[in-house]
Structures are given as C-alpha cells and as structure tokens.
C-alpha cells in the first residue's frame, strides 16, 4: 500500500519560505504524477501544482511565482518550496499520488495526513 | 472565479441512502472528469471515485458517482456510522488551468 507522509517546520515567519518534503513509502516515485494540494483554515481545498518523476511541472497559476516543485527519485521524496509567505499561506499541506496521466482524470489517489503549516512572527 | 458549489450538509439514517450534489459551469465539470474525496477529521482524504463513475480497488459499491450536464453527483447508499466525513468534488478548470475542489460537504449519519 502506498503511503505519504509530509515533513517540514510547523512555524514560518512571514516573508521566509516554507520548505515541505514528501516521502513516499511502499512504491516507486516513478511514473507517476506528485501534487500538493493546501486547505486554509475554514477554506476549501486549493490545488498548488504537480511534478513528475521526470521533474516536469505544472503549478497553479495564482502561485506560480512562489512556488518550486523538485523531485529526488533517489529518496522516493518530492518537496516543495513556497517563498515570500504572508499569514494567507497559513493551511493544512497535503502531497498527493495521481496517477500515470495526470491528464487521465487529475485525480489525487494517495493522499498523506497532512501538515498544519501557520505563517506568524 | 468558478468554483465547484457543495451542499455544507446533509443528513440520512443509517441504511438509508444520500446524494450529494456538485455544481459547476462548462469550463470544468461540463468539460472535465470529476472526482470525489472522502475527508475525516485527522486522516488522509481518501479517493472514492474518479472519471465521473469508477471507483478504485477497495472502494465498495455503496459509492456511486454520476455527471451531467455541469453537474456531478456522488451517490452512498446503506448508510453506516462510520460514513461520517466530509466529502469533496474535484476537477480540471480549463479556464483556470487548475484543479477546483467543491466547498466540501459534511455527512452526518443520525
């Protein structure tokens, strides 16, 4: 069964970047599509973006000038780098498993728990 | 900016069935495929249907989905207890150029 789990900091200060990394567990980051998804206190679901195995992104065009996606297939890890944070960027962060098409459907199939991140000073 | 509307809530008895609707416009669900999530509180959303009507391996058959028009609707039928959770709609916005998710809509099962 696939498993992810999100790691990062709890507490960024406005203006530093949140750094979260994601490390998938029992399969191979290969061929498959690798989101982040965030939910804002009391908000609904936002779509950050994607990257796949072969570092090829697509970032959701409201963040795209905050946002760097990597991939390291050596540690079965992705991360994410958000820069220039302000308290909007407090959320719930989740990564994500899609499938071998992203355009097949855009569907997230794995999800991990979750990792409450809050912007404050 | 479009967004998918969810009922906040419904409510049914254990047993009986619900429906939970997901409305958006031509640029997403009239054009798109649509998926839905279950979400409990402190666990990983899980996957319960996706391209409209198929369910992954391990999802029962108590889960239904359908699409039309700019409509989607997720069907759970023989309630159980343990079916309380909030669930999500989510799809591709071609004006966007994003994935949309629905406001989420929270299952009580009295």
């Given at each position: 069964q696939v498993q992810l789990q999100e790691s990062g900091p709890g507490l960024v200060k406005p203006s530093e970047t949140l750094s979260l990394t994601c490390t998938v567990s029992?399969?191979?980051?290969?061929s498959y599509y690798w989101m982040w998804v965030r939910q804002p206190p009391g908000k609904r679901l936002e779509w950050i973006g994607y990257i796949n195995d072969s570092g090829n992104t697509n970032y959701n065009p409201s963040l795209k000038s905050q946002i760097t996606m990597s991939v390291d297939t050596s540690k079965n890890q992705f991360s994410l780098r958000l820069n220039?944070?302000?308290?909007?960027?407090?959320a719930v962060y989740y990564c994500a498993r899609g499938g071998?098409?992203?355009?097949?459907?855009?569907?997230?199939k794995y999800w991990g728990q979750g990792i409450l991140v809050t912007v404050s000073s | 900016q479009s967004v998918l509307t969810q009922p906040p809530s419904v409510s049914a008895a254990p047993g009986q069935m619900v429906t939970i609707s997901c409305s958006g416009s031509s640029s997403n669900i009239g054009g798109n495929f649509v998926s839905w999530y279950q979400h409990l509180p402190g666990a990983a959303p899980k996957l319960l249907?996706?391209?409209h009507d198929r369910r992954p391996s391990g999802i029962p058959d108590r889960f239904s989905g359908s699409k039309s028009g700019t409509s989607a609707t997720l069907g759970i039928t023989g309630?159980?207890?343990?079916?309380?959770a909030d669930y999500y709609c989510g799809t591709w916005d071609s004006s966007l150029s994003v994935v949309v998710f629905g406001g989420g809509t929270k299952l009580t099962v009295l």
């Open positions: 029992g399969g191979s980051i290969s220039s944070v302000t308290a909007a960027d407090t071998r098409d992203f355009w097949s459907g855009y569907y997230m | 249907i996706y391209e309630l159980q207890t343990g079916d309380e």
